[in-house]
């Protein structure tokens, strides 16, 4: 064997090492070429992982493969292959009936498991062959071992990427407590604090996994990253503390085609109503340059009623709850809330559990308030009063004024001159936004159904409430605080009709029987 013949195969060995050539495979193949021989490759539990299944009965005059001709099932000495693999000896040779093999042992971690390679020539193993044996073992073994550890750093990636999801899901949820037990073991004092923010990163879907990636970097595992259940482009990040939103500023800032929406602090507990304020600041994120949004500190509806009334309604209404455990009250309340922000669908990836589930839980709290979710101006009240449930006391010993009545609520010169303004800019399009808008909200979101009271076409009416999303700077077409907070203008202008959601007042309150029927 010359020394430009052995520089030779060396260095097809080697090319096979570079990343586009590094598969075991290849490796096989290139082995069986280069020494003639039949050769395959198992592991410790006999699975086939490269090479012919069979090998040529070498007994038989044209070669043919003949079934069972390979593996410690046919070769010669069962127990030869077997002390191979455990690593009684690293190797055996082994020629008989006009074959020669080789078996040789690939170790993969430790002794603790190996491969077994076989190879089997017509003619007898020389010096070149022997070495070209040797050599290329050494490097399945290398091969082996990236691969087996690449497939258990996967393997602990998806765990941990799977206990983000169910902290989050906890979070949701509000059951703080559960959520920094789980996270207290890999995260610790991740979720040591009493408020947090949430942000959501929007990309191309097939770049998901590096962005969440970036995410983990740019926040140093200081914040909880976690890729969104529900929709393929978003990554979602709770974080305590405050200079995140500049890091993931930072992040998207040479990234086209990536938007980031970030809510104000909020809670723990309140992480669901968060992640909502988000995804609204996202939307107006499309709009800027710079590709990103903090949900707006504005006036909302709810801070211009009553308090101490807004608070009284809120409580009556959802008295009902109060009659159930805590945790089936809290999950009922925590489902609807999500219920009301996102389709059925989304609401289930998000809290892990099936749509038929989150759908059953709303139409439990549907039957105790005794109202209907189909009507939009129902869920936007329903919308306030959980919102407001949020800053009750758990106790329920606050102060219990007179019970209001949502009319009561709905005016007032300051809610109706927020309501007169917000709607006004509507007024300024030639095209009639405000009426389409009004007939679409009072079809509950169906556009044909509206077409067809005001007398235009449908893809007129989308067409109009798509081009309202921008001037009024909030999401119309998907179900949120947003498209509750438009219709909640509506209602105090009476452009449409108010829901009938006024709870009855409680039989102490009343001395009579009925008093603890809903209507």
Not at 483 to 500: C, K, S
Request: proline share 4%; charged share 25%; net charge negative.
């Amino acid at each position: 064997m010359t020394e430009g013949d052995t520089s030779a195969w060396a260095q097809e060995l080697l090319e096979l090492l570079r990343p586009a050539g590094r598969d075991v495979r290849k490796v096989v193949d290139w082995l069986a070429a280069t020494v003639d021989a039949n050769v395959s490759l198992r592991d410790d539990t006999g699975t086939l992982l490269a090479g012919p299944a069979t090998l040529p009965d070498r007994s038989l005059p044209d070669g043919s493969l003949s079934e069972g001709s390979l593996s410690g099932e046919s070769l010669p000495d069962e127990s030869l292959a077997a002390d191979v693999v455990t690593g009684r000896i690293a190797s055996a040779a082994w020629q008989g009936r006009g074959r020669h093999l080789r078996l040789v042992r690939i170790e993969l971690q430790r002794r603790s498991s190996a491969a077994l390679l076989t190879v089997d020539r017509a003619a007898p193993f020389d010096r070149r062959a022997s070495e070209i044996v040797t050599h290329t073992a050494a490097v399945l073994e290398v091969l082996l071992r990236a691969r087996r550890t690449t497939t258990t750093v996967r393997r602990l990636q998806r765990a941990a990427a799977d206990l983000r999801l169910a902290i989050l899901q906890l979070l949701m949820v509000e059951d703080t407590v559960s959520a920094r037990r789980v996270a207290a073991g890999l995260w610790p004092g991740l979720l040591d604090t009493d408020t947090a923010g949430v942000y959501v990163l929007e990309g191309r879907t097939e770049e998901r996994d590096e962005l969440a990636e970036r995410c983990v970097e740019a926040t140093g595992e200081q914040a909880l990253v976690v890729r969104c259940p529900a929709m393929d482009a978003h990554v979602i990040v709770v974080t305590p503390r405050e200079a995140t939103g500049e890091d993931l500023r930072a992040l998207i800032a040479d990234r086209a085609g990536t938007y980031l929406g970030g809510s104000t602090r909020q809670n723990l507990a309140c992480t669901a109503t968060a992640y909502g304020q988000a995804v609204s600041a996202l939307a107006v994120a499309r709009f800027r340059t710079d590709r990103t949004a903090v949900y707006a500190e504005r006036t909302h509806p709810g801070r211009l009623m009553d308090p101490a009334a807004l608070r009284a309604w809120t409580s009556a209404l959802l008295r009902p709850l109060d009659t159930l455990a805590h945790h089936t009250s809290a999950e009922l309340l925590a489902t609807t809330r999500l219920g009301l922000e996102f389709t059925a669908v989304n609401a289930a990836k998000i809290l892990g559990v099936s749509r038929n589930t989150v759908r059953a839980r709303m139409e439990r709290v549907e039957s105790l308030l005794a109202t209907d979710f189909s009507a939009l101006t129902v869920r936007a009240a329903v919308h306030l009063a959980l919102n407001t449930q949020v800053g009750l006391p758990a106790d329920g010993t606050a102060a219990r004024p007179a019970p209001a009545r949502l009319d009561d609520l709905l005016t007032g010169p300051a809610l109706r001159t927020w309501a007169q303004d917000l709607l006004g800019r509507l007024d300024t399009d030639a095209r009639d936004l405000r009426g389409s808008l009004r007939a679409w909200l009072a079809a509950g979101g169906n556009a044909e159904r509206a077409a067809q009271q005001i007398g235009v076409h449908a893809q007129t009416v989308r067409e109009h409430v798509r081009s309202a999303e921008p001037v009024l700077e909030r999401r119309l077409l998907t179900a949120g605080s947003d498209l509750y907070e438009v219709v909640l203008a509506h209602l105090v202008t009476e452009e449409l009709d108010r829901p009938a959601l006024d709870p009855q007042p409680r039989q102490e309150e009343t001395g009579h029987p009925d008093a603890l029927v809903h209507r």
